[in-house]
């Protein structure tokens, strides 16, 4: 009976032991265990850091080639931007010799007209003297209609063209349409009043082609 015992309580120590033993295995284990985790989780932090600043790199680099690619333009596009500009500086440089030919056309036109009309009032004036010296009971007379119809044709080609004559007896003297060349004393007329005209005046469009020579009334 007492080996029995004995061998039941020998079974038991190591029984104890053994379970001893796996408890400090277990014990040291874990902290092991934990160290390891802890040196995966860290681990990990530090490649999504090292992911996260390599992501940041590299979206700064593709912003700073873009925006150096926004700067700089492409050669074809500044060559069409050239000529663009070439052709607009052409169409402006055109339009102002255009305008500017227009106006030079337009004087000369101008001045031709008017040195032709010169010419022309002589004959008008002569028109103007004949008729007035004919007398009324012969105004009848063929030769005399055909004369006047001639001087009224030419007046209204004057007219047409911008001739116009310049009003002057019974008016005020205007030294920019009258040229006096005699003066009278008369009261009934009053001061500065044109008395007569010798020879008519004209204008062509709105411009002095020739003074109306006048006599002014004092």
Do not use: C, W
Request: glycine share 4%; net charge negative; aromatic share 4%.
């Amino acid at each position: 009976m007492k080996q029995e015992e004995a061998i039941q309580e020998e079974l038991q120590k190591e029984a104890a032991e053994a379970e001893a033993e796996v408890q400090a295995e277990a014990g040291q284990e874990q902290p092991e265990a934990e160290a390891a985790e802890e040196a995966e989780a860290a681990q990990e932090d530090a490649e999504d850091a090292k992911e996260q600043e390599s992501k940041g790199q590299k979206e700064k680099t593709e912003k700073s080639f873009l925006g150096k690619k926004k700067k700089k333009k492409d050669p074809k596009d500044e060559k069409i931007e050239e000529l663009e500009d070439r052709v607009k500086r052409q169409m402006a440089e055109f339009d102002n010799f255009r305008k500017r030919t227009e106006k030079e056309k337009s004087h000369m036109y101008e001045v031709g007209a008017r040195d032709i009309i010169e010419k022309i009032l002589p004959v008008v004036d002569n028109f103007e003297r004949g008729l007035a010296a004919v007398p009324e009971e012969e105004r009848t007379n063929p030769v005399i209609e055909g004369m006047d119809k001639i001087y009224k044709q030419l007046m209204t080609v004057l007219t047409d063209l911008g001739v116009a004559p310049i009003e002057a007896a019974g008016k005020e003297f205007d030294p920019n349409l009258h040229n006096a060349v005699m003066h009278i004393e008369d009261e009934e007329l009053g001061e500065n009043i044109v008395a007569e005209e010798f020879q008519k005046g004209y204008t062509y469009k709105e411009t002095v082609i020739r003074h109306s020579m006048v006599k002014v009334a004092n």
